[in-house]
């Protein structure tokens, strides 16, 4: 009886998780969003906050949001970007803050096709968060 009930209650159990985990890669892998970039990039989760990454040119421009899309400050934020560049070359780059809730950078080499990068974002020392982007440059 009490091997029967056990078993049922295992069973029970490992449906609800098995239920559960799409929800659960989806919140690990990234964030939806009901809300378009502001500044036409691309959203990301970063650990508490979303970054909006931009790509002009040779600017490269992270914005930083709230879970209420307000403004966070910047100026304690700090970024490195490891680039997929021309030819297949990864390329690491320094974001730092540029006011108001960005943090910036210049790239001085070709990207092709789309802007690929995985960025890691810190708060002083303290690591937030890992994303990554694929977004076309402007």
């Not at 949001?65 to 030819?87: F, H, M, N, P, R």
Request: proline share 3%; hydrophobic share 40%.
């Amino acid at each position: 009886m009490f091997s029967f009930v056990r078993a049922s209650m295992t069973a029970a159990f490992v449906s609800l998780l098995l239920a559960g985990a799409p929800g659960a890669v989806l919140a690990q892998g990234g964030h939806g969003h009901s809300h378009a970039a502001p500044n036409g990039g691309q959203i990301q989760q970063i650990g508490t906050v979303e970054g909006e990454l931009l790509v002009k040119g040779s600017d490269v421009t992270l914005f930083l949001v709230d879970d209420k899309e307000q403004k966070v400050d910047a100026s304690s934020y700090s970024a490195t970007a490891s680039v997929l560049a021309k030819g297949n070359q990864q390329k690491t780059v320094e974001l730092k803050p540029a006011g108001d809730n960005k943090l910036a950078t210049k790239i001085d080499f070709p990207v092709e096709g789309k802007f690929r990068a995985s960025l890691t974002l810190k708060k002083g020392a303290a690591e937030v968060g890992k994303a990554r982007y694929n977004l076309d440059t402007k």
